[in-house]
């Protein structure tokens, strides 16, 4: 078997992973880590520690919650080390953010409850809930902000209909698709909105970690209420790390985090992708692991300011500089439309993602600055501005 090297394909990955750069096109569609950036070499290192250190039970059924080592190290992680904020009990692996809201999902639905979204949210995630049967309502609001009248009024409306308090999907902190953050007044008022109407609060933090400004974001959610049933937050290494991994963790109040774990599926195979979780468990106890997420930060903050020294955008068009993540988003003009702006940078051999897949609006385009390097970033920026150019010339 040819071997590829741990990073960069030698032949091709055709049918092994989900999508492949079409030939010739600077892709800034898709919101995936450049695959120079997966860290092959650790995770064999990790693998074989995991094998060396645990034997036996890096191979076996793991606990239904997930390793204890692995949630106690993430507990004392995601509390910054203040004490008593979060322990292992708090703390469940996931399969991945995707696997933890199908699980939500499930529950929502069985529990009739509805699910309020951004305006904009994470397309995908919106699916899960909507394919599990539960009804997702996007709320209006501002692209950089959360209007807590709307949610207010979805959110009595919800309840009336259904006789259930609904639930809450947002992504707070570098926004999937538009990177923004939501301040942190508005994250209090969500919190108290929540706490009178009964609200569940899913907290999306899959980008949490990626921040690249000197000030940091405000404390997620769940740090800022004293009720541990209020937010479950999700947490990934897909973004951080590396996607193939399928590993995240949730936090949530003990009660909520033991109903999970005793979910059927967990009592019959475990905690999900066990062996992984304790490979990424070494990476915990040896350090490697923040060291690495330090790396892709400083990676991605370079490439940020690439991208957005390198669009040079017409009159009408707006892209606020992300202060995190993966994604930046371009407010268009109206007289142009996602799709033809995207047809248009095609042409000139790069892409982007359309804003409608994210919501009602056709007048936004989010532009990935993770998967590329940062010479093809600047070339795909150059033709994604010159398409730009064109799509609001006067025809
Ligand atoms: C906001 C958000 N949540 C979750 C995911 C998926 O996370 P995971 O790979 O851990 O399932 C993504 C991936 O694009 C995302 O953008």
């Known amino acids: 078997?040819?071997?590829?090297?741990?990073?960069?394909?030698?032949?091709?990955?055709?049918?092994?992973?989900?999508?492949?750069?079409?030939?010739?096109?600077?892709?800034?569609?898709?919101?995936?880590?450049?695959?120079?950036?997966?860290?092959?070499?650790?995770?064999?290192?990790?693998?074989?520690?995991?094998?060396?250190?645990?034997?036996?039970?890096?191979?076996?059924?793991?606990?239904?919650?997930?390793?204890?080592?692995?949630?106690?190290?993430?507990?004392?992680?995601?509390?910054?080390?203040?004490?008593?904020?979060?322990?292992?009990?708090?703390?469940?692996?996931?399969?991945?953010?995707?696997?933890?809201?199908?699980?939500?999902?499930?529950?929502?639905?069985?529990?009739?409850?509805v699910l309020l979204t951004e305006a904009l949210t994470y397309d995908l995630?919106?699916?899960?809930?909507?394919?599990?049967?539960?009804?997702?309502?996007?709320?209006?609001?501002?692209?950089?902000?959360?209007?807590?009248?709307?949610?207010?009024y979805h959110a009595a409306l919800a309840a009336r209909r259904t006789g259930q308090a609904p639930a809450f999907y947002l992504i707070p902190t570098f926004h999937n698709p538009t990177g923004r953050v939501i301040p942190a007044e508005r994250r209090r008022e969500i919190l108290e909105l929540a706490h009178e109407a009964g609200a569940m609060i899913i907290e999306d933090l899959a980008y949490?970690?990626?921040?690249?400004?000197?000030?940091?974001?405000?404390?997620?959610?769940?740090?800022?209420?004293?009720?541990?049933?209020?937010?479950?937050?999700?947490?990934?290494?897909?973004?951080?790390v590396a996607p193939g991994l399928r590993i995240g963790w949730l936090v949530s109040g003990e009660r909520l985090a033991a109903e999970l774990a005793a979910d059927p599926v967990r009592l019959s195979g475990g905690g999900p992708n066990h062996f992984t979780a304790m490979a990424v468990a070494a990476g915990c106890v040896t350090g490697e692991l923040d060291g690495h997420v330090r790396m892709v930060r400083e990676e991605l903050r370079r490439r940020r300011d690439t991208l957005v020294t390198a669009l040079v955008l017409p009159d009408g068009f707006t892209m606020?500089?992300?202060?995190?993540?993966?994604?930046?988003?371009?407010?268009?003009?109206?007289?142009?439309?996602?799709?033809?702006?995207?047809?248009?940078?095609?042409?000139?051999?790069?892409?982007?993602?359309?804003?409608r897949r994210f919501g009602g609006s056709a007048r936004g385009a989010r532009v990935c600055f993770a998967a590329c390097g940062p010479e093809e970033l600047s070339r795909g920026a150059a033709?994604?501005?010159?398409?730009?150019?064109?799509?609001?010339?006067p025809s």
């Open 1 to 113: 078997m040819a071997a590829n090297s741990s990073t960069g394909a030698i032949r091709s990955l055709s049918g092994i992973v989900q999508a492949e750069p079409r030939p010739g096109m600077v892709e800034l569609g898709p919101g995936y880590l450049d695959r120079a950036l997966l860290p092959g070499g650790l995770i064999r290192r990790w693998a074989a520690a995991a094998v060396d250190y645990w034997g036996a039970g890096a191979l076996a059924y793991g606990a239904d919650a997930g390793p204890l080592e692995l949630r106690a190290y993430l507990a004392a992680r995601v509390s910054g080390g203040e004490p008593g904020v979060c322990g292992p009990a708090n703390v469940l692996t996931t399969g991945g953010t995707s696997q933890a809201l199908d699980q939500l999902a499930v529950r929502l639905c069985r529990d009739g409850r």
């Open 383 to 393: 033709r994604l501005s010159a398409a730009c150019r064109s799509a609001a010339a």
């Open 125 to 152: 995630g919106r699916e899960i809930f909507a394919a599990r049967g539960v009804q997702t309502i996007a709320v209006p609001g501002p692209v950089d902000d959360l209007d807590i009248g709307q949610f207010r």
């Open 320 to 355: 606020r500089r992300p202060a995190g993540g993966y994604f930046a988003w371009i407010e268009l003009p109206g007289n142009v439309e996602d799709q033809s702006l995207l047809a248009e940078a095609e042409r000139r051999g790069t892409s982007f993602a359309p804003g």
């Open 208 to 240: 949490a970690e990626l921040g690249y400004d000197p000030a940091p974001p405000p404390p997620p959610l769940w740090r800022l209420t004293p009720d541990p049933d209020l937010v479950i937050s999700l947490y990934s290494c897909a973004k951080s």
